[in-house]
């Protein structure tokens, strides 16, 4: 079956400090990737996607790039801040007939301070 | 524009007892699900419905009924509540093509005593 393994957290940085959250997923034919971000009492909202290898995601200085190779979709920002404390989730979707539904990974929480 | 809403927000119920957890969606959506989030097991799909009149199972259904009667709607029914069953539970629906965003709802925190 389909599978997503996240890097285990929590994570604690100070602002400004590099971010990376590794990903990695096992799926049959090919899948779409998602990171997802959730903020505290709330529900979960998409960051970014990517539908095929060698895309990149990007949005709020955010990124990700599908690798097909290494079955990866690595999170990444430069420079954090303390905003974006989140839990922070991997998924993909296996398309065909499933293209809403996703399989997660086991969430990052996030923490950065000032 | 609502997007997907989730009620009730906080319920404790004791064993036994059965309750639904109401979702909505003003989108649109096709496809609906329920997913219910465990600390370090990120979310897990319940039950999904890609249509009216149409439902299926996901990962963890024992325990769980649904039903879609419309296009907007898609309750989570618990049987016979059980302690394992508290979670938080989110309603999420999306469009049904590759590379969809899901909008979720803000949750249902459940606890069972």
């Known amino acids: 079956g389909n599978s997503v393994t996240q890097m285990e957290g929590p994570v604690t940085l100070s602002e400004e400090a590099f971010l990376t959250i590794n990903c990695t997923y096992t799926?049959?034919?090919?899948?779409?990737l998602f990171w997802y971000v959730q903020y505290p009492g709330e529900g979960l909202q998409l960051l970014l996607k990517?539908?095929?290898?060698?895309d990149k995601g990007s949005n709020k200085g955010f990124e990700a790039t599908y690798r097909k190779e290494t079955t990866s979709f690595h999170l990444e920002k430069g420079s954090v801040q303390v905003s974006d404390s989140a839990v922070y989730f991997c998924?993909?979707?296996?398309?065909?007939?499933?293209?809403?539904?996703?399989?997660f990974g086991q969430g990052t929480i996030l923490t950065v301070h000032p | 524009n609502a997007g997907v809403t989730q009620t009730p927000k906080f319920q404790v119920l004791k064993t036994g007892q059965s309750m639904t957890l109401q979702c909505a969606q003003d989108?649109?959506?096709?496809?609906m699900s329920w997913y219910r989030q465990d600390p370090g097991m990120g979310l897990r799909l319940i039950h999904y419905?890609?249509?009216?009149?149409?439902?299926d199972q996901g990962e963890v259904p024992n325990g769980y009924n649904v039903s879609r009667s419309t296009t907007e709607d898609f309750p989570l029914r618990l049987l016979s509540a059980a302690p394992s069953q508290t979670s938080v539970y989110f309603c999420?629906?999306?469009?049904?093509?590759?590379?969809?965003?899901?909008?979720f709802g803000q949750g249902t925190r459940l606890t069972v005593v």
């Open positions: 799926a049959t034919g090919y899948p779409s």
């Open positions: 989108m649109n959506h096709e496809y």
């Open positions: 998924a993909l979707s296996a398309g065909g007939t499933s293209y809403g539904k996703l399989t």
């Open positions: 990517a539908t095929k290898a060698d």
């Open positions: 419905s890609v249509g009216a009149g149409i439902t």
């Open positions: 999420a629906s999306s469009y049904s093509y590759e590379g969809t965003e899901a909008f």
